[in-house]
């Protein structure tokens, strides 16, 4: 071996070995044992005495019946009312994956459902021939309708000489229009309504602030709607009475 390798062998030895330290230039053994010597592992034993603890099974029983503890979800599903149900399918059309905040949702809800209300007054009041503005004012209006209800001119008729024309030739039907015309005319003329060629029946009941003379008229409406619109022929007998029917509203007017 090389001499310069030997050398730095012997120093790595000496200043490696832990047993020996160097004082004033001298080697001092150390007493390894004294530092190094480990200490037995002492094992206590535990004397105590241990309580076992145990769910109470009839508190278990009772949480498990209890409805609030029931975390299911098809059991929370089939507990849905139906409004609950549609307003749930409404929200994941509407928004699809968005979670939207429960105060959010609920103006929502009522905001469709002030919407949806809105619609059916709306829808009602085209149907009945009234506007909104003029129902708020307290005035009438002109009402155009969708069918014809009469395309004559009432203050041109001969009520009197047509009614019988119609009654001579048994034909009952037309002799019954008459007669509801004759009636809008004389409403007409006691300015209780204001007659226009095309208007709804109702439009003209909804015109009528006197509660009697309303009454009796509604009467009259569906004994007219019934046999006119109705397409339904009536004898004689039948015209008798139902022309008893608006005699008895004329004198009422008068």
């Given at each position: 071996?090389?001499?310069?390798?030997?050398?730095?062998?012997?120093?790595?030895?000496?200043?490696?070995?832990?047993?020996?330290?160097?004082?004033?230039?001298?080697?001092?053994?150390?007493?390894?044992?004294?530092?190094?010597?480990?200490?037995?592992?002492?094992?206590?034993?535990?004397?105590?005495?241990?309580?076992?603890?145990?769910?109470?099974?009839?508190?278990?029983?009772?949480?498990?019946?209890?409805?609030?503890?029931?975390?299911?979800?098809?059991?929370?599903?089939?507990?849905?009312?139906?409004?609950?149900?549609?307003?749930?399918?409404?929200?994941?059309?509407?928004?699809?994956?968005?979670?939207?905040?429960?105060?959010?949702?609920?103006?929502?809800?009522?905001?469709?459902?002030?919407?949806?209300?809105?619609?059916?007054?709306?829808?009602?009041?085209?149907?009945?021939?009234?506007?909104?503005?003029?129902?708020?004012?307290?005035?009438?209006?002109?009402?155009?309708?969708?069918?014809?209800?009469?395309?004559?001119?009432?203050?041109?008729?001969?009520?009197?000489?047509?009614?019988?024309?119609?009654?001579?030739?048994?034909?009952?039907?037309?002799?019954?229009?008459?007669?509801?015309?004759?009636?809008?005319?004389?409403?007409?003329?006691?300015?209780?309504?204001?007659?226009?060629?095309?208007?709804?029946?109702?439009?003209?009941?909804?015109?009528?602030?006197?509660?009697?003379?309303?009454?009796?008229?509604?009467?009259?409406?569906?004994?007219?709607?019934?046999?006119?619109?109705?397409?339904?022929?009536?004898?004689?007998?039948a015209f008798g009475n139902i022309n008893q029917l608006f005699q008895n509203f004329?004198?009422?007017?008068?």
């Open positions: 071996m090389p001499k310069p390798i030997l050398i730095l062998f012997i120093l790595l030895c000496f200043t490696l070995n832990p047993s020996v330290a160097k004082v004033g230039g001298k080697a001092i053994p150390l007493k390894t044992d004294s530092v190094f010597k480990k200490k037995a592992a002492v094992v206590r034993m535990d004397s105590s005495k241990v309580n076992v603890r145990r769910f109470n099974e009839n508190a278990l029983d009772k949480y498990r019946a209890d409805k609030e503890y029931q975390y299911n979800d098809k059991s929370i599903g089939n507990e849905l009312s139906f409004w609950d149900r549609f307003w749930m399918w409404f929200w994941r059309t509407l928004f699809g994956s968005l979670s939207i905040s429960s105060g959010f949702a609920g103006f929502l809800k009522y905001f469709f459902l002030i919407l949806a209300v809105g619609a059916l007054i709306f829808f009602v009041m085209k149907l009945l021939g009234m506007d909104m503005g003029n129902l708020l004012l307290g005035k009438s209006r002109k009402t155009p309708l969708a069918y014809t209800e009469s395309t004559e001119n009432i203050h041109e008729i001969n009520f009197d000489e047509e009614i019988d024309r119609a009654i001579l030739n048994h034909n009952y039907r037309l002799a019954v229009r008459l007669l509801y015309l004759r009636s809008l005319k004389q409403l007409s003329d006691g300015g209780l309504i204001q007659w226009q060629p095309e208007k709804t029946n109702s439009a003209y009941v909804y015109e009528l602030n006197n509660p009697s003379v309303r009454q009796s008229f509604v009467s009259l409406t569906r004994q007219f709607e019934y046999v006119w619109y109705g397409g339904f022929n009536i004898d004689g007998a004329k004198k009422q007017l008068l």
